[in-house]
């Protein structure tokens, strides 16, 4: 009865249902799929099981020392007045909280594009300023330097001063970042910091990170831990090397091979003058034997007859010769046109003259100067003592002048 009642107590108490633990795995054993282990601390323990339905579905398998993480809850067996913790999750603690983000955050970005080839920038295949970012007392950055000054000692190195460990490396990364791209006198960046743990390399897993490596207009080699650690800086950077040194062997020519390069080109230079040289010399023999050449003088006398031959037919059929001809037509033609139109003019006005004295002698105004007039009955000319009547009102048309008259008395030819 003790037990049911502890046991009911247990099973029904709401803040047992889902509790998180932390401890160390002790006395793990596997039967029947089902993993038993004590999980422990410095001042307690308590028995554990994870049933292998959910022990199927984990990455980690705890082994005797593992310090882990459990989200579970309490459930008691009254018949043995004993109570277990039963696991519904276990992560190794730290490295397995970390790879949980990491696996969320890397999906999560690679959703959203940003370790797309597209929008990786091409690394230059001539680096002559690269920029470092990484602390200046690692060992990183001494790999870095000795390894691009073997190779390629006329790049120029700068470096950017970050904090690569910490809560307070991601910040200090991308501060690097943007005063690289504001400065903007590098080729390309390594962003880098030697081997470590998975905590010691977690500032690279940064969300704000990875957007300031998207971001960067200069290209980004990351070199970040050994060839076996990832981070996201890997991911979203333009190019991945698996080591810091590695990083520096990406981003600088090998001098020997350059040196090779060049001896390789003034080979071929050499080769491919001496080919135009003895292409020329050949052609050159070949002009000194043509019979032009071997007869100079005659053909430059051939040539100077055809020339004189050429002027001459020029000189026949000169066009200036033409233009002065037809200049000298046209002016007489010009002066005829003027003669001709001179006369016409002439004529038309002696003919104008002509008619004019014409008009004068049949103006009536003329032949009423000499003591003749007109009358006119409501604007128009009375010719016959018929077209008026007693009273009417005529008008009478002098030279100088007219006379509005009343007519009194008609007579007609004497009647």
């Known amino acids: 009865a003790v037990n049911n009642y502890i046991s009911y107590h247990i099973n029904n108490d709401i803040n047992l249902r889902t509790i998180y633990i932390m401890g160390e795995v002790s006395n793990a054993r596997l039967s029947k799929g089902h993993l038993y282990f004590v999980l422990k601390d410095n001042d307690s323990e308590i028995s554990s099981i994870i049933f292998n339905s959910v022990l199927n579905n984990s990455s980690f398998l705890p082994k005797d020392g593992d310090k882990v993480l459990i989200t579970g809850s309490i459930n008691s067996y009254s018949k043995k007045g004993t109570y277990s913790l039963i696991v519904s999750k276990i992560l190794e603690f730290g490295k397995g909280l970390i790879l949980e983000e990491f696996n969320k955050l890397k999906e999560k970005l690679e959703k959203l594009g940003l370790f797309d080839k597209e929008h990786k920038l091409a690394i230059p295949e001539y680096c002559n300023n690269i920029g470092v970012i990484t ?51 590098c080729d390309c960046l390594i962003i880098a910091r030697g081997g470590g743990s998975i905590e010691d390399l977690n500032c690279f897993n940064d969300e704000a990170l990875a957007y300031a490596i998207y971001n960067s207009n200069i290209p980004i080699v990351s070199g970040v831990g050994h060839e076996n650690d990832y981070t996201i800086c890997d991911f979203v950077s333009d190019d991945r090397a698996p080591t810091p040194t590695g990083a520096a062997v990406r981003v600088s020519k090998d001098k020997l091979i350059l040196l090779n390069d060049i001896d390789n080109l003034s080979n071929l230079m050499d080769f491919k003058i001496n080919n135009k040289l003895k292409s020329l010399y050949d052609n050159f023999n070949l002009l000194c034997s043509n019979y032009y050449f071997k007869s100079f003088d005659k053909t430059i006398e051939n040539r100077f007859n055809t020339l004189d031959s050429i002027i001459n037919r020029l000189n026949k059929y000169n066009p200036y010769e033409k233009l002065i001809n037809y200049s000298n037509s046209l002016e007489i033609y010009n002066n ?11 004529n038309y006005e002696n003919n104008f003259k002509y008619l004019i004295d014409k008009m004068i002698l049949v103006n009536p105004l003329n032949i009423i100067k000499k003591g003749y007039s007109i009358v006119y009955k409501d604007n128009n000319i009375v010719k016959s003592i018929n077209e008026v009547s007693n009273n009417d009102i005529i008008n009478i048309k002098l030279y100088d002048g007219s006379i509005n008259a009343k007519v009194l008395e008609r007579k007609n030819n004497g009647k």
Do not use: C, H, M
Request: proline content about 3%.
């Open 135 to 185: 602390s200046a007392t690692g060992d990183a950055f001494k790999d870095i330097v000795s390894t691009i000054n073997k190779r390629y000692p006329l790049a120029t190195i700068y470096l950017y001063d970050s904090l690569v460990q910490g809560v307070d490396a991601p910040l200090s990364l991308i501060n690097s970042i943007e005063k690289a791209n504001k400065d903007n006198i």
């Open 336 to 346: 005829n046109l003027i003669n001709s139109f001179n006369t016409l003019v002439n």
